[in-house]
């Protein structure tokens, strides 16, 4: 019996080639391959981008640079994506999948610490924000961004509801679960912006900045 993912997928707009092949060498080559965005979560990030029609859009985790190629295919040709990625051995990796894409010039990769980049561009800079870095750091990494965003600018996070577990009991060492729930504890008490959770994939949460 076909399952409602492949039906969806089945429905929506087919994934470029080069997604594929970028996805299915993390899959067959990193160890947290499954952290890499996939089919859907690819297509709805470029129909946002569309929608928003951004000018500066900025990723905090890069991986393999699968999302940032999807978002930059929705960018104006005066646009501009900049990615942060913290783990410098993922470098390599990154630019080779850039080079391989039209859309890779859109693209300025940063390697270190996303609260330390983020502090090297001007306030009310960025259009659109997408968070899908460490898990612990994105109420961190939402304070650091949130100045940098324009106003009425919009700020995506990822795995808001990381595999169901904001509903489970947390372990004690569990710091990631620890870190979604602190940022969705705080934001819905974040009076600075609106918010809405979408149920896709592992939750996406939607902020614009009022």
């Known amino acids: 019996m076909e399952s409602i993912d492949d039906y969806i997928t089945e429905h929506i707009d087919q994934e470029p080639d080069l997604l594929k092949h970028i996805y299915r060498e993390a899959q067959l ?31 905090i985790g890069t991986f393999t640079g699968y999302s940032a190629l999807c ?37 300025v990769l940063h390697i270190g610490d996303a609260n330390e980049v983020v502090q090297q561009f001007e306030n009310n800079f960025f259009d659109l924000v997408y968070i899908d870095g460490n898990k612990r750091d994105y109420w961190l990494n939402f304070e650091s961004v949130l100045p940098k965003t324009k106003k009425g ?51 996406l949460t939607l902020i614009r900045k009022i």
């Open 29 to 59: 080559k990193l160890l947290h391959g499954n952290m890499s965005s996939g089919h859907l979560q690819g297509r709805l990030l470029k129909m946002l981008v569309h929608m928003v029609s951004p000018n500066k859009v900025l990723e």
């Open 71 to 107: 978002m930059a295919e929705a960018l104006d040709d005066e646009a501009t994506l900049h990615t942060i990625e913290i783990d410098d051995e993922m470098e390599d990796m990154i630019l080779n999948n850039f080079s391989k894409s039209l859309f890779g010039e859109k693209i």
């Open 153 to 203: 600018g919009f700020i995506i996070a990822d795995n808001t509801l990381w595999h169901g577990k904001v509903v489970e009991q947390v372990k004690s060492n569990d710091w990631q679960t620890k870190g979604i729930l602190e940022f969705n504890n705080k934001l819905k008490c974040d009076d600075r912006v609106e918010k809405v959770i979408l149920p896709i994939r592992d939750g």
